[in-house]
């Protein structure tokens, strides 16, 4: 079923059955898939995708174009989600910024065991081994950096982790926002 039948349904009030069998025919599978691969378990994966059919029923009247429905739909999702981890307490938020010419000077292409407790005698060190331990704990998410920091455009890169180009727009943002607190110790450091 295409994004302009299901938003067809869901506009036709009298159906609410019809439409949420449509919507969820369209989009459960993939907001599961989406929401597994951000560390969130079933049970609560199910629950925001959940509350993002609640949320489409109760402002589809505010779609203003629909031909945006689809990302209008992603991004309710993401909000919930977002919205879940903190009610949970289960998303970081630490403030640190990684310079643009930091992540250019990453080198994490061996495999290298990193220990958690390690002692690193400079800023840049120790930036180089947290990216190699994001590297072992999100082989997917390194990847993706790791393309976009080699200057790969954004459609490309798209291709090769087999997401959309908006998909993986947001999968790099959020990717990003998963390495920062990596660097959380490597910004005590001071540099010489």
């Not at 250019?104 to 220990?115: A, H």
């Not at 990216?131 to 393309?147: C, G, Q, S, T, V």
Request: proline letters at 2%; hydrophobic letters at 35%; charged letters at 35%.
């Amino acid at each position: 079923m295409l994004a302009g039948e299901v938003l067809e349904q869901l506009k036709d009030k009298a159906k609410l059955n019809v439409a949420y069998k449509a919507l969820n025919n369209f989009f459960y599978k993939k907001a599961f898939r989406f929401l597994l691969s951000n560390k969130l378990n079933d049970e609560d994966a199910d629950d925001v995708i959940q509350e993002t059919f609640i949320k489409v029923f109760e402002k589809i009247d505010t779609l203003k174009e629909d031909g945006k429905f689809e990302s209008w739909l992603w991004q309710i999702l993401r909000n919930n989600m977002n919205e879940f981890y903190r009610k949970s307490n289960r998303k970081n938020d630490v403030m640190f910024s990684v310079a643009s010419e930091d992540l250019e000077n990453l080198k994490g292409d061996e495999d290298v065991k990193v220990s958690h407790d390690q002692k690193y005698d400079d800023q840049q060190s120790c930036i180089e081994e947290k990216f190699k331990l994001f590297k072992e704990e999100m082989p997917d998410r390194h990847y993706a950096i790791n393309l976009q920091k080699d200057g790969v455009p954004v459609k490309d890169i798209s291709i090769r982790i087999g997401r959309s180009y908006a998909a993986t727009k947001e999968f790099l943002s959020q990717s990003k926002k998963k390495l920062i607190p990596y660097f959380e110790e490597c910004k005590e450091i001071e540099t010489s």
